[in-house]
């Protein structure tokens, strides 16, 4: 039995691969979590809602489950920002804003760094363990052709880093344990839709495509060589 937490279950990819590991629920133990109970998602899914993704509630959360006796193979954070009302990505740089920046980094950087704060109460030393996060290939420092989306190339940027950083102590408190920082390609969810016209419909992943490549790729990873910065087909990005 594998247990696989799933951070942002109320999002496109991240309610897939819950939806896709509950399908074989024999072999897999899922617990969610979002901010709003997920009605798609079927009973074999233990639902946890949070309304805040801050510091207290994600280290009583862990904690819980570690009371519990719950260890986990797998982590998925599936929480991402790149607009939201009135945040929109920069076209150049006069458009920067404190406010927005600020927001980009609580989400897509502060927020997956106060899960891996707190990760390691779930971890087995002696097991091994995956632990993703959803980034973006525009995280990329040493791939950045096109410049502009500051805040958000900036964030993601931030979150490879975090990643790269924690497999240095990870790798020393749990050997076995793998980091990845994941670009999904471009899928068809709310996040993306604004930015859909000029994406060829073969590169327009659905989230059920989106997540069957992320579960994939994640049977193919060895701790020997963490932490991976990868895309949907396993290619390697550059840091």
């Not at 519990?68 to 740089?93: A, N, S």
């Not at 899928?187 to 579960?215: C, I, N």
């Amino acid at each position: 039995m594998k247990t696989t937490l799933i951070v942002g279950s109320g999002g496109g990819i991240g309610k897939e691969v819950a939806r896709q590991l509950s399908d074989d629920h024999y072999k897999n133990s899922i617990f969610a979590v979002s901010r709003r109970h997920q009605q798609e998602l079927s009973a074999p899914v233990r639902q946890f809602q949070i309304a805040e993704y801050d510091d207290i509630n994600i280290a009583r959360y862990c904690q819980g489950l570690a009371e519990t006796g719950v260890h986990i193979d797998q982590f998925i954070c599936c929480v991402g920002l790149l607009h939201d009302g009135q945040l929109q990505p920069e076209k150049k740089i006069e458009q920067l804003d404190a406010a927005h920046l600020q927001q980009y980094f609580a989400v897509n950087s502060i927020i997956p760094a106060l899960w891996l704060k707190h990760l390691p109460v779930l971890l087995d030393r002696k097991k091994p363990a995956q632990i993703v996060f959803i980034s973006a290939r525009v995280g990329s420092i040493s791939d950045n052709r096109l410049g502009g989306w500051y805040g958000y190339r900036a964030s993601k940027a931030a979150l490879n880093m975090l990643v790269k950083t924690a497999q240095v102590e990870y790798r020393r408190r749990f050997p076995d344990t793998v980091l990845v920082s994941y670009h999904p390609g471009t899928v068809d969810t709310p996040l993306s839709k604004p930015f859909q016209d000029r994406v060829p419909e073969h590169k327009l992943f659905s989230p059920q495509q989106a997540a069957g490549f992320l579960l994939e790729q994640l049977q193919h990873l060895d701790p020997g060589h963490a932490p991976y910065y990868l895309d949907w087909q396993g290619k390697t990005i550059p840091w």
